[in-house]
């Protein structure tokens, strides 16, 4: 949930500690460890669209790609899923062991770039909330990491800013995905839904983005088999 964790109110004191300006292009070196301080106040609720969507399957393994603080985890864990996180930032998988902790909730946590990283197994649900790498060529990359992680008959659920979001400049240093991006990133796959929809505004606490309609790109798939 890197990419609009970048706006989030929700971030409380950790997001006060960043020391890029919310009207800035984000730079492509920036340091993802600044969002998080490596505990419980971390902890950001997670996405309600992708609750909504992972309550409507049946319960197995299943990945986070870009985990965070352990949001969406900690509500797979509740739902009875075995779950599994990555996340380029070591800030914020410390943060996703004292949240899942805290919750009693067993996970495999690891520190890994999506670009880079390749799966030991494979998954009955792959997500990534928000997450993906910022520029087009890391983003195929990461792609790749989620096709090969999906078990057959296994579903992948992404939700991601989509282009219009660039006319704000905090998100426009970003190559966005739009839905189209998504659904040739899993062709092959069974495509359940591919489209835009609304999400919900946040800011880092400087009420900057609040105004603005912020849309994300959906893709639910499923892999054949």
Do not use: K
Request: charged letters at 25%.
């Amino acid at each position: 949930m890197r990419r609009r964790a970048l706006a989030r109110s929700s971030l409380g004191a950790q997001a006060m500690r960043m020391t890029h300006d919310p009207n800035e292009p984000l730079p492509h070196d920036f340091d993802w460890n600044e969002l998080y301080a490596g505990d419980e106040r971390d902890y950001m609720p997670p996405d309600p669209l992708m609750v909504e969507l992972i309550e409507a399957l049946e319960p197995g393994h299943a990945l986070d790609v870009g985990c965070g603080a352990g949001g969406l985890l900690a509500a797979m864990a509740e739902r009875g899923w075995v779950i599994s996180g990555i996340d380029v930032a070591a800030n914020a998988i410390e943060a996703a062991r004292r949240v899942l902790g805290q919750r009693g909730a067993d996970a495999t946590l690891e520190v890994a770039d999506a670009a880079t990283w390749r799966p030991p197994r494979t998954y009955d649900l792959v997500t990534n909330c928000f997450a993906m790498p910022m520029l087009r060529a890391q983003q195929v990359r990461a792609f790749e990491t989620l096709r090969e992680a999906v078990a057959p008959g296994g579903h992948v659920i992404i939700e991601e800013l989509d282009p219009q979001m660039s006319r704000l400049a905090a998100f426009a240093g970003f190559d966005h995905i739009s839905v189209e991006h998504l659904s040739e990133a899993f062709a092959g796959f069974e495509i359940l839904r591919a489209e835009v929809v609304p999400t919900p505004a946040h800011d880092h606490g400087q009420g900057s983005l609040l105004d603005e309609r912020w849309t994300a790109s959906l893709l639910v798939a499923r892999r054949p088999g």
